[in-house]
């Protein structure tokens, strides 16, 4: 019998009894994957430069500048540094002001972060700083698409990679959150490298291969320190690969992955401060433990969560299932749990690289997510659905071995429902971060925080504000304050006596971070919205206040031009 690894099995199952394509027909998966990428970027650059800075920005902003300019590490060392730093490179061109620190090496990042807001405010750098510190993100964002497009073309063909490609741009949230700058987009970006590095071993066992293993598992654990997971689950897999060959291989080949993967945390920070060296020694450096022990003390603390109209404080495990299906293309996941159910009809070893190298870190990742009690956003699931793309490219192979007919209705089927997801991110521009799908709408009765409203609508809510003069609670950035909104009064207090006329209120605070003390507030239905994220109430008098139990869910938006209560 050959040998799986001598002679790999593709999922293009019909390939040989078919003649080959010319060159051109071959490229068409790739050239067609670049176009929608091109379409991709450029709403991405629209919303880049139309959304105001969201909440956690300017703090990895400032962050990536007092790592490279400062040498500064220890500053929001709860994420590793390289996205930050990447991200931060063309942020130099763009001249932002540094206030001073006096205190480099500490990890303030509240108190400094909202003094590098108000800087860029009085400056009037913050859209400029904002817009260029969102490019090297947009451009990951992108780069995942091509990294599915390379994994999918190793375990099926390309067809089915650029299927997988596709699919990850076909997201009014993939292009919502993949114009910011973050950590969850590099961090996929990480994960779906590593996968294909490590699909790519599990063909060949080279030690070339295994190198390019444990670099990207280096990009990993650098990207979030959640990472750390799947650097252990794909240890675990090239030592259970390999075990067969005898425990010395194997743990020899896990161990090569793991130093390489190591040394390439090490690099990142010695290149930023040889300083590291100087710490007590620690296998890993001293700001990756002290960013680790940070968010083992402050991610375990229950927040206030809120989905479907349903309010509560700390984690859920139905939030992120409830969520994925709200916050994507109902077309996409159709398209998504088919290509689950074609990976049954696939070759044993094509199954075995993608259970091993695709499927095994999704899961890991899946069920680390389920357990945090800080449900804020789907976004925690970005690389685990970009690597359930992987495996969504399965149809296309699935597709070839049907019948001539039914293989034809098959893919008009495929190709309708991916067009619907393609249409539906164009339509979600240029509110693709507040984008919910049907019948979960408008959004903000349906999910809060980073699903619909992480404070990108301060440009929209300074238009507006200057000519209404309204009273305003709003979510974004530290810094940003009511006394930085032309026109604004600062929100009163928790009793609504003091409030009448027009009043601007962020649905975060409305559903989750001033939830409490709003209460009064969703018994009364808003006249508006500005980028679907900031409610809009005018008030005839001062709503008083109810003994009524207060609602879980706020009222869709009033039919006339006043607020009134439901």
């Given amino acids: 019998m050959p040998s799986l690894r001598a002679q790999p099995v593709t999922g293009d199952l019909g390939a040989a009894s078919r003649p080959a394509r010319p060159g051109w027909m071959r490229r068409l998966p790739l050239l067609g994957l670049i176009l929608l990428a091109a379409a991709f970027l450029g709403l991405g650059l629209a919303e880049a430069w ?29 994420h590793p540094p390289l996205p930050k730093v990447l991200a931060v ?20 990042e509240q108190t400094y972060g909202a003094r590098f807001v108000a800087a860029q405010l009085s400056a009037g750098t913050l859209r400029r700083v904002t817009f260029a510190s969102r490019l090297v993100p947009l451009a990951e964002s992108i780069g995942v698409a091509f990294v599915l497009f390379a994994l999918g073309t190793e375990l099926f063909g390309p067809g089915a990679g650029a299927f997988a490609g596709a699919l990850w741009l076909a997201s009014p949230f993939v292009l919502g959150i993949g114009h910011l700058d973050g950590v969850d987009v590099p961090f996929a970006l990480a994960a779906t490298l590593s996968a294909w590095a490590l699909v790519r071993w599990l063909r060949t066992r080279r030690t070339g291969a295994l190198v390019w293993v444990g670099l990207a598992l280096g990009a990993v654990a650098d990207s979030q320190i959640s990472g750390l997971l799947i650097v252990a689950s794909s240890l675990a897999v090239i030592a259970a690969f390999q075990w067969r060959s005898g425990i010395r291989r194997a743990l020899a080949s896990a161990g090569l992955a793991g130093l390489i993967a ?25 700001p990756y433990l002290d960013g680790t022990a940070y968010l083992a003390s402050q991610d375990t603390i229950g927040t206030a969560g809120y989905v479907a109209g349903i309010a509560y404080t700390g984690g859920r495990w139905w939030f992120w299932p409830v969520s994925l299906v709200i916050k994507w293309p109902a077309a996409s996941l159709l398209l998504l749990v088919a290509g689950l159910v074609a990976c049954v009809r696939l070759p044993r070893g094509v199954r075995g690289r993608l259970a091993g190298g695709v499927a095994l870190p999704a899961l890991v990742l899946t069920v680390f997510t389920l357990m945090m009690p800080r449900d804020i956003g789907l976004r925690y699931l970005l690389p685990v659905i970009a690597l359930w793309a992987v495996p969504a490219g399965a149809l296309v192979p699935a597709i070839t071995a049907f019948r001539p007919r039914l293989r034809s209705a098959a893919r008009a089927v495929v190709a309708g429902l991916l067009a619907v997801a393609l249409l539906a991110t164009a339509w979600s521009f240029p509110r693709s971060l507040a984008w919910t799908t049907r019948p979960f709408r408008p959004a903000y009765t349906a999910v809060t925080d980073s699903n619909v409203d992480w404070g990108q609508a301060l ?27 032309p026109g604004a009064r600062p929100w009163p207090g928790t009793a609504p006596a003091g409030i009448s006329g027009w009043a601007a209120v962020s649905v975060t605070a409305l559903n989750s971070s001033n939830r409490s003390s709003l209460g009064w507030l969703r018994r009364w239905c808003p006249v508006g919205l500005l980028d679907d ?15 009524e139990a207060t609602p879980a869910q706020p009222p869709p938006l009033c039919p006339g031009t006043w607020s009134s209560a439901r």
């Fill in 262 to 286: 190591l040394a390439a945390v090490w690099a990142s920070y010695l290149v930023l401060t040889p300083s590291v060296l100087w710490h007590a020694p620690a296998v890993l450096p001293r």
């Fill in 89 to 108: 490179l063309p942020v130099l061109l763009a001249h932002p002001v540094i206030p001073p620190n006096g205190s480099w090496d500490s990890n303030d």
């Fill in 459 to 485: 440009y929209a809510l300074s238009a507006w504000s200057a000519s209404h003069h309204p009273w305003v609670l709003y979510f974004g950035p530290r810094g940003i304050t009511a006394a930085a909104i």
């Fill in 533 to 547: 994220s900031i409610l809009l109430y005018h008030f005839r008098q001062s709503p008083a206040a109810s003994p």
């Fill in 50 to 78: 139309s959304d105001s800075p969201t909440f956690d920005e300017p703090v990895y902003v400032a962050a990536g500048l007092a790592e490279v300019l400062h040498h500064d590490v220890a500053f929001n060392d709860e």
